[in-house]
T-cell receptor, first 111, second 115 residues
C-alpha cells in the first residue's frame, strides 16, 4: 500500500532556514500536501503541489518535488518561534479524495 | 464559516463507559473523515463517508467502534465499551472533492481520556 515517510523531529535556531523532508511510494500520486498542526489544534493545509510541478513558492515557504525519487521537501525561510508545530506530509491520487499522511515532523525553533 | 465543529473538546471517562463524539462538517462539503491521533501510531484514518454513506471503515479498530452520519450536517463516533487504550485525540475532517486538490478541513479535535 501507499506509504509516506518523514523524520520525527527537527530542531533549528530562530532566523535559520528549516527543511523538512518526506518520501512517498505511490507513483500515481497526483497531489502532494504539507499540513501544519499547532499545539491543541487540528491539521491545517499549508500548501500543496501538483505532481507535474517541481517547485512552488509562497512567501517564506518553498516546496520542492523530485518525482523521480518520490521526494518532497518543505523549506521555511527565516524560521520563527511561531513556526514551531508538527508538519505532515501527505499524498493523494487524482481520483481519490483520501490523502495518505506521514507521521509528522515536530519542528522545534529555539532562540 | 465556523469551520468543522467537534464536541466535546475534552472527555474523561471510566473504562467500560460509552463515549459519543460529535462532528458538524463544513456546510456544502460532501466527504467526512474520522481520524485518531496518538503518539505511538500517529494519525490513523478510522472511517470516511461520502454523501452521508460510509465508504471505508477498514480503519475502525474493533467492533466497539461505530460511526454514523444521519444527515449531511452531523456525524457521531461511538465507542462502547471504552478502554484505556482508546485514549487519544479524535479528529473529524471534511472536504469537497475537486476543490483545491481535495483539501481536508480539520476540526479542533476531541481529547479522550479513558481511566
Amino acid at each position: 500500500g501507499e506509504d509516506v515517510e518523514q523524520s520525527l523531529f527537527l530542531s533549528v535556531r530562530e532566523g535559520d532556514s528549516s527543511v523538512i523532508n518526506c518520501t512517498y511510494t505511490d507513483s500515481s500520486s497526483t497531489y502532494l500536501y504539507w499540513y501544519k498542526q499547532e499545539p491543541g489544534a487540528g491539521l491545517q493545509l499549508l500548501t500543496y503541489i501538483f505532481s507535474n510541478m517541481d517547485m512552488k513558492q509562497d512567501q517564506r515557504l518553498t516546496v520542492l518535488l523530485n518525482k523521480k525519487d518520490k521526494h518532497l521537501s518543505l523549506r521555511i525561510a527565516d524560521t520563527q518561534t511561531g513556526d514551531s508545530a508538527i508538519y505532515f506530509c501527505a499524498e493523494s491520487e487524482g481520483g481519490s479524495y483520501i490523502p495518505t499522511f506521514g507521521r509528522g515532523t515536530s519542528l522545534i525553533v529555539h532562540p | 464559516d465556523a469551520g468543522v465543529i467537534q464536541s466535546p473538546r475534552h472527555e474523561v471517562t471510566e473504562m467500560g463507559q460509552e463515549v459519543t463524539l460529535r462532528c458538524k462538517p463544513i456546510s456544502g462539503h460532501n466527504s467526512l473523515f474520522w481520524y485518531r491521533q496518538t503518539m505511538m501510531r500517529g494519525l490513523e484514518l478510522l472511517i470516511y463517508f461520502n454523501n452521508n454513506v460510509p465508504i471505508d471503515d477498514s480503519g475502525m479498530p474493533e467492533d466497539r467502534f461505530s460511526a454514523k452520519m444521519p444527515n449531511a450536517s452531523f456525524s457521531t463516533l461511538k465507542i462502547q465499551p471504552s478502554e484505556p487504550r482508546d485514549s487519544a485525540v479524535y479528529f473529524c475532517a471534511s472536504s469537497t472533492s475537486g476543490r483545491k486538490g481535495n483539501e481536508q478541513f480539520f476540526g479542533p479535535g476531541t481529547r479522550l481520556t479513558v481511566l
